[in-house]
């Protein structure tokens, strides 16, 4: 099991960003991915979950209509899509994968196993 993200960089506040999360070793269809991000000095928290085992899709409250989350299963990534950037969104993002397949968003943001190695966006104000 794999995951890479990639797509952070540094952004002037205001701006968006698109970030990757690449997934091997596993079949996308059957299990849920979701993104986390912690920011300095803070907890990881979860951002956004999706999954193709009933094609749906949770935000933190904090990102939702700001952020959009999407699976291409043909080239097994998934992306987040984040708009309007503030430096409140400075954080290291990484996605991850529950331990069990069949899992459902359920706004928990627990029982993640797999973790990439994260990417790192910073917005400048």
């Known amino acids: 099991v794999q995951l890479v993200e990639s797509g952070g960089g540094l952004v002037q506040a205001g701006g968006s960003l698109r970030l990757s999360c690449a997934v091997s070793?596993?079949?996308?269809?059957?299990?849920?991915i979701s993104w986390f991000r912690q920011a300095p000095g803070k907890e990881r928290e979860g951002v956004a979950c999706?999954?193709?085992?009933?094609?749906?899709?949770d935000y933190a409250d904090s990102v939702r209509g700001r952020f959009t989350i999407s699976i291409d299963n043909a080239k097994n990534t998934v992306y987040l899509q984040m708009h309007s950037l503030t430096s409140q969104h400075t954080a290291v993002y990484y996605c991850?994968?529950?331990?069990?397949?069949?899992?459902?968003?359920?706004?928990?943001?627990?029982?993640?196993?797999?973790w990439g190695q994260g990417t790192q966006v910073a917005v400048s104000s």
């Open positions: 070793g596993f079949n996308l269809d059957y299990y849920t």
């Open positions: 991850a994968r529950p331990t069990f397949t069949l899992e459902l968003c359920d706004g928990k943001w627990s029982g993640y196993s797999y």
């Open positions: 999706t999954t193709s085992v009933d094609d749906s899709t």
